[in-house]
């Protein structure tokens, strides 16, 4: 019978190691590791070695982190937002936060689990408007109007970028240059998700 309660905890384990690419003795250690963990099956009594236990530890808390749904979709709704230089651009509607990464008070989200993600900035905005995609401090995409097109109110810009995080870390949107205009009523937007 503990064999049974055993086996989906067995299955999802060796399934986040194959998905891995680990070498096929992680996963021939690891099928021993969780062998080692019964000693005795009289009465559904299992002893744990205390090593064994830790090693299960951890690897359900990797399993768990690897599946975890880490996304978040915001934009700006109330007002037209005139920023200035180097201010982060605080969206004030949240349409989901998947992980609650994303803090609507500062406009940053901040990384809970590392991993490889994909970002999208969509704004309305008037010409010569500069917005940058910031990971930590460093620019990771860049999206312009450019002065060139004076004779229209707004311009829609758009820009994707897929990018690796570590756990901390910091991503936002930044506007470069004085007096930068974004449109509300759902036409600028922030978006994240974790891929893998």
Not at 1 to 9: A, R, S, T, V
Not at 54 to 68: A, G, P
Not at 130 to 150: P, Q
Request: with cysteine; charged share 15%.
């Amino acid at each position: 019978m503990l064999l049974y309660l055993l086996f989906p905890l067995l299955l999802s384990v060796l399934g986040v190691s194959c998905g891995e690419n680990n070498l096929q003795s992680d996963v021939q250690t690891k099928m021993g590791l969780l062998k080692s963990l019964i000693y005795n099956n009289t009465k559904a009594t299992v002893t744990l070695d205390s090593s064994a236990l830790k090693q299960l530890i951890k690897l359900l808390s990797e399993s768990s982190n690897h599946s975890r749904r880490i996304s978040f979709s915001v934009y700006v709704k109330s007002n037209v937002l005139t920023l200035g230089s180097g201010q982060t651009v605080k969206y004030d509607t949240i349409l989901t936060n998947d992980g609650n990464g994303y803090d609507d008070r500062t406009g940053v989200f901040t990384c809970p689990v590392a991993g490889t993600y994909m970002f999208v900035v969509d704004s309305l905005s008037k010409p010569g408007i500069w917005l940058f995609l910031k990971v930590n401090n460093n620019a990771v995409g860049k999206l312009h109007v450019s002065v060139a097109h004076k004779d229209k109110p707004f311009v829609q810009i758009s820009r994707t970028v897929i990018v690796r995080l570590k756990s901390g870390d910091h991503v936002r949107v930044e506007n470069y240059s004085n007096n930068g205009i974004i449109h509300d009523g759902h036409y600028s937007g922030f978006t994240g998700v974790r891929l893998y």
